[in-house]
């Protein structure tokens, strides 16, 4: 437990800080950021047309309304815990991969639903705006990446506690 927690902090503290230098912001986050928009507005035009984005901003044509999706609304920080916890913890790397690229997705669709929601709450109570911006949603994204963490630890194989080679029972010694 120890070593789990050494390692989350270090990976945290690590990501964090590469998260916000300026070269990755520029060539990484906020690219990243425009295609949540883009994608955003892909699934907002199934349903409702007259929507644009334009990096990372979508806006309704026809209200001018307009939301941008700044640092801590992108799931990038849900993402770094999410990594920092799969990584951090002793298990098999296949695992810890496959466990990130499902959290990965998990953390984004929600993200998409809170960045559609949050455009459309926008248009019709901006109090209704900021409250589930800046209180429920943020939590859920957090919760998000927490539960998708638990469900991982879940599912992973039970590890092999004794060093044993697992095939099977090691027989007795004959006795003469």
Known sequence: MLRFSILFIVLLLGLFTVEVLQP???HVVLPFTAGIANVSVFLIELF???VTSSG?????????FAVSIEP???????LIILFAAIFAFPAPFKHKLVGFTIGFFAIQALNLVRIISLFYLGQWNMTWFEWFHLYLW???IILDALVVWLI???KLPPRDVDGGDDD????EPATP
């Open 138 to 140: 943020q939590a859920l």
């Open 168 to 171: 099977g029972p090691t027989p």
């Open 152 to 154: 991982w630890l879940r």
């Open 48 to 50: 409702d047309s007259g």
């Open 24 to 26: 990755v912001q520029q």
């Open 72 to 78: 801590g609304c992108n799931g990038v920080e849900a």
């Open 56 to 64: 990372k901003v979508i806006q309704d044509i026809s209200s001018g």
